[in-house]
């Protein structure tokens, strides 16, 4: 396989190809049923099926979820994200791979808080240990909290207040560092995200929020959370499994070992990852379109899940992408490579996109980048427009 199939692959699973192509282009043409040179009538995909589709959308930042589904799905709006959230509630909020917010479909959350619980709540244990916390207090916080939501919605503040009526002297000590003491029922799936109260974050109880939840055996759901991740990242290592979930490579490669009647190994321009059987012909059919011009978002899941990222961003850029403290620029793609980044400034009616290339820019490529800004002002509701710095070194 060549690198190139691969980067068609996954951009189309991400719903980052061609924009009316929900599927890869393959060597035949974007659509091999209606014949070469035709597209198939595939149904625009819902928010809850980008959430599949990607294994979750990074939402460490509110509004870069938003940014990340709308640049899958053009016709997204913030409000029907919200929607999605809190009135159909067919996508959840939560501490999900890595110990990090995603949005998941609701569906999923059992099969994916199986998977991880057991690493994320060693986690939690360990952060519980170093800021004084006894088993008990851990337990006891967790019922206040479960009793506190009986009625509907709160925030955080109001859970943690409501915990300290409860709590000895030691107790209130480690409240003091109210979002962790908050994530041993948010890890352990008992709690998820609610709708905001104005700038505040609410959680809401699981069992009277969503309908009841299916029960999953770790094996069983780490299985599953990994079929997910190689449908969107493939061809990948358990070394990117493990790098992806925040599980341990020992656990991943342990995950890969049981799914071995399902996966095939392919190489990749020497380098070896696995695919699903499923996939393959897929994978062996996909056509990159080398000039498609995209600008993801901060925190976009697409940058998160390998290991090394050189099939991404050449080395003497990757700090420009990926800077200290986790934080993830923006970023321009063409095909499938980074090829710059940029940063917004918002003032008055109008977004403008401060556009760093790695290399020097054609007429074509600028205003390829221009309408995509144009587009995201829309999204925005602010008139959106491009303006191109010099040529980061």
């Not at 940014?67 to 799905?73: L, N, Q």
Request: charged share 25%.
């Amino acid at each position: 396989m060549t690198a190139a199939q691969a980067a068609a692959f996954r951009l189309a699973r991400h719903r980052l190809s061609a924009r009316t192509d929900h599927g890869p282009r393959t060597k035949d043409g974007p659509g091999t049923k209606n014949g070469p040179g035709t597209r198939p009538q595939v149904p625009s995909p819902t928010i809850e099926d980008i959430c599949r589709a990607t294994g979750g959308i990074q939402a460490q930042v509110m509004s870069a979820a938003e940014m990340s589904i709308w640049t899958r799905r053009r016709e997204t709006t913030r409000a029907e994200v919200g929607a999605a959230l809190f009135e159909r509630r067919e996508i959840v909020k939560t501490s999900a791979m890595r110990l990090t917010l995603h949005l998941i479909p609701a569906s999923d959350l059992a099969m994916v808080i199986s998977a991880l619980r057991p690493a994320s709540m060693a986690v939690v244990e360990r952060w519980q240990e170093r800021v004084g916390a006894r088993p008990d207090h851990a337990r006891a916080l967790v019922d206040t909290i479960m009793d506190g939501l009986r009625d509907g919605p709160r925030t955080q503040q109001e859970l943690i207040g409501l915990a300290r009526k409860k709590a000895g002297k030691s107790m209130r000590a480690w409240l003091d560092n109210s979002w962790g003491a908050l994530r041993a029922p948010v890890v352990d799936g008992l709690i998820v995200y609610g709708p905001p109260r104005g700038s505040a974050t609410t959680f809401v109880r699981v069992d009277q929020w969503l309908p009841r939840q299916p029960s999953f055996e770790v094996d069983e759901a780490r299985a599953e959370l990994c079929r997910r991740f190689l449908s969107a990242f493939g061809p990948a290592t358990a070394h990117d499994f493990a790098k992806w979930s925040g599980l341990k490579t020992s656990e991943a490669r342990v995950v890969i070992t049981g799914l071995a009647g399902e996966l095939e190994s392919v190489t990749i321009e020497g380098a070896s990852g696995w695919i699903r059987d499923l996939d393959r012909r897929t994978l062996d059919e996909s056509v990159l379109d080398e000039e498609s011009i995209r600008l993801l978002g901060p925190f976009d899941s697409f940058l998160l899940a390998h290991a090394t990222k050189e099939h991404l961003v050449p080395p003497k850029h990757y700090k420009r992408v990926y800077r200290p403290q986790g934080w993830i620029s923006p970023v321009v793609m063409r095909g499938g490579s980074i090829i710059g980044v940029w940063f917004p400034e918002t003032s008055s009616q109008t977004v403008t996109l401060g556009v760093e290339l790695f290399s020097k820019t054609t007429p074509g490529l600028r205003q390829a980048i221009e309408r995509e800004a144009e587009a995201l002002g829309r999204f925005l509701g602010l008139r959106g427009q491009a303006r191109f710095g010099s040529v980061a070194k």
